[in-house]
């Protein structure tokens, strides 16, 4: 931890810096630096200083909107029903991210606009745990936004990927819970920080308005984070996640996996795993996808003992 700051109070000053600096490019006001504040400094403790450009990169290049009415923004944004956005936000509360591409006609390349909405009356305790949540799928999907797959171009976003054209996505599910394991990680890393004398006033307030026993509670995706649990533990393939879906190489992720279990090997996982999130959770196919999805981690998690 802190390899390259002295102390907390360090690393949190850095981050102060940084987010006055980013918000005064950005011309925005600071009434979530606090917590942007906090964040960037627990995911520089997460991830260390040789991340620190793509977490600033992250902050930097994403509007971080509040809303009166989360709902009723997104909803007349995007031509949504109201009832398809409260789904949308259930599994972040009180925030949505979004992600708009558009394709330079001279450069041939993408462009992207990035946005997390906020509901201006969330809790501190659901705003934290939402916001980085939120962050860290910016962080992990920054580096080869637009891939080449099977011909066809898709975005990324940490694993997963959406088809341009179809707007299919892939493995969402298996995404979700893996940020979810490392956003309980980042979390963690904030209530380290509330063990020390923090002397930043607005970052101490804060850290003294969470319940930690709330802030830290397990309430992943139960079907995706028992596949992904036994592979996020597994020392080996956690670095290579975090090395992968940094830079947006995800071949070395199915790699890792493939010399352990046998070519081909990821490519069936993720493919059970989609199948799985398309399927309803009454239908007799479901605990079969996901037996043979368990299976193909338990192989993997044995061979490495």
Known sequence: MFSSLDNVNDTVNYARGVIKQIDHING???????????????????????????????????????????????????????????????????????????????????????????????????????????????????????????????????????????RRTEVLGLEEAINDFQTEDILKCIKRFSDDEITDLGVKRLLDSFTFDGLLQNDKNTLFSEIVEPLYTEKLFNESLIKGRFSGDLASIRNCFDAVVGNGSFGCLLAFCDKLEKLDNSSSQLEYEEEKAKCLVKRYVDNCK
């Open 28 to 166: 925005m006001d600071d009434s979530l630096s606090d917590i942007k504040t906090l964040m960037f400094a627990a995911m520089l403790d997460f991830y260390g200083m040789k991340h620190v450009d793509e977490i600033y990169l992250a902050f930097l290049r994403t509007d971080f909107i509040l809303c009166d009415d989360l709902c009723d923004t997104l909803s007349e944004k995007y031509g949504l029903s109201y009832d398809y956005v409260l789904k949308l936000i259930e599994h972040c509360p009180g925030t949505f991210y979004a992600v708009d591409a558009v394709k330079d006609l001279k450069t041939n390349k993408y462009k992207f606009k990035r946005s997390i909405y906020i509901s201006d009356k969330i809790g501190t305790n659901t705003l934290i745990r939402s916001l980085t949540h939120q962050v860290n799928h910016v962080i992990n999907s920054f580096n080869r936004p637009v891939l080449k797959k099977n011909g066809d171009y898709v975005s990324r976003m940490g694993i997963s990927v959406e088809h341009f054209g179809s």
